[in-house]
Every structure is written in structure tokens, then in C-alpha cells.
């Protein structure tokens, strides 16, 4: 799901990774809206919101705005950072490190009592920053799962493609993309509404939550890959036998 990259990657190694990672950015979303009314996932509202503030004459509300889209931009550069870097020593555990770092971030906030509204929206946009430059670089821009205007419009394009590709395989790629789209979208929403039900009971901490299910995606893929070296070493064994 995380590990393999270009050829290598399928359609179900594309949905698994939106699956989990748009479900997360759901609860993430929704956490930064309830908590401290700012917008967590993406950057795209907050340029409104500082040509708003900046016309009122705001500027230092306007700043904070800039703040923001900058810990966005902070955490997808600090990603790909951690990505290169692992890529030279240690390349089949290279997407594991931004998971880690934002596993930690996540687990941080939601433990956090006294953070100030600012600071918790400043590591969960770098943290979402983080998710979406991974998810990005692991699948080659097929994939995101941080904001939705983009999906919504590729899904468009490719519904509207159905009345004119009648080939084979030209209808199994539009298929499989808008069961991708359409999937990164439900899990996104039900990550929202389920975040913003359990807000109400665990405020803060629903974002333990969602750490564990990163760490949980972050297990299941590890433990595949030994189960994949096992059962090649056993059967190097046997031919050498």
C-alpha cells in the first residue's frame, strides 16, 4: 500500500491508500473546524479568508492566515525531505517516517489541554501537509486525500468520459478511477461526521483516533512486507535444499 511505488503500484494499492488516509483526513477536517473553527486539510478557504481580512484592515488576523498556509507548505516540504533522505539508506521504509511524524503530531494534539487555537491548527496543517505530500509522491499525484475541489472535478470529467469511451480497457481505467474518486469521497465524509459525532464525547481526543488508525495502516503494511520476505526466504531455503 505504502511501499510500492510506480509500476509496481495496482488499483488495490491506490484504494487501500485512499481508503485509510482519506478517512483519517476526515476527522482531521472536521477536529479543526469544532475545535478552533479553522479549516485543517487544505489551504485553498484560507486565501479568502486573508484577501478578507487584509480589506478590514486585519493584519494581523491576516498573518495568522499566512501562518497557516505556510505549516500546510512546511509539512509537504518537510515530508518529501524525510522521503529523500530515507530513500538513500533505508528505501523500503521511507514512506514510514512522515507516517510517524504525524502519527506523533496527531497523538500530541489530541492529548493537549491548553494549546492555544492557533498552535493546534499550525501541526494539524502541517501534519495534513505532511499526509498529502506522502500520499502524493507514493502515487504519483493519482492520489489525494486532503481536500475534495479536485476530486470532485477529475470525478466530473471522467463521469462525462463514460458517453464516449466504449473500449475495454478504456471503460476498465475510467471505472477504476471514479471508484477511486468515489471512494477517496466517502471515506473523507464518514471520517467527518463520524469525528464531528464523537467531537461532542472526546473533543480533542478523537484525534488519538485517528492516529491509531494511521499506526494500524502503518502496521498492516509492515506486516506484509515480512510476511513477503518469510515466504521468499523460505523458499530460497528449500531450492538451495
Partial sequence: MFRHKGNRRTFSHNLRLACFLSFIAGIVNITGVLAVATLTTNVTGHFA????????KNYSKAFTIVSYIA??????FVSNLMVEIALLKKPRMAHAFPMLLEILLLVFVGLSYRLHPNYIAYFLLFAMGLQNALVTKISQSTIRTTHLTGLFTDLGIELSQLFFYKKPAELKRLTRNILLRLS??????????????????????ILLFAAFVLAMALAFDNAVLYFQLTKRKI???LHEN
Fill in 184 to 205: 477517496i469521497i466517502f471515506f473523507f465524509f464518514l471520517g467527518g461526521v463520524l469525528g464531528g459525532l464523537f467531537y461532542e464525547i472526546y473533543e480533542l481526543k
Fill in 71 to 76: 505549516f500546510f507548505l512546511f509539512g509537504a
Fill in 49 to 56: 479568508f486573508f484577501a478578507e481580512e487584509i480589506a478590514l
Fill in 235 to 237: 523458499k530460497s531455503n
